[in-house]
C-alpha cells in the first residue's frame, strides 16, 4: 500500500491518509484486495494456476530443443 506526498510533506499532512489506511473503511477493503490477491497467487504457484503451467511449458519447449 502506498500514499503519494510531497517532498516537504508535514507530519500533520500524513496523519490522514495513515489512519484512513490503518482504521478506515478503505483500509479495510485494500486489506481485503491484498489478502485475495495472495490468495490468487499462492494458488498460481503451486502447481494449479497459470503461471506455474506456462513456466512449466517454457522448461519442456525448452527441454525439446536440446
Known sequence: MGVEVSPDV???????PVKKILD?????KMR????E???VETTD???EGSSYN???RLIEALQCGK
Not at 10 to 16: I, P, W
Request: proline share 0%; hydrophobic share 30%.
Open 10 to 16: 508535514k507530519r500533520d499532512e500524513v496523519e490522514g
Open 24 to 28: 478506515g473503511e478503505e483500509g479495510m
Open 32 to 35: 481485503a484486495k491484498a489478502k
Open 37 to 39: 490477491w495472495k490468495s
Open 45 to 47: 504457484i503451486q502447481g
Open 54 to 56: 506456462n513456466f512449466k
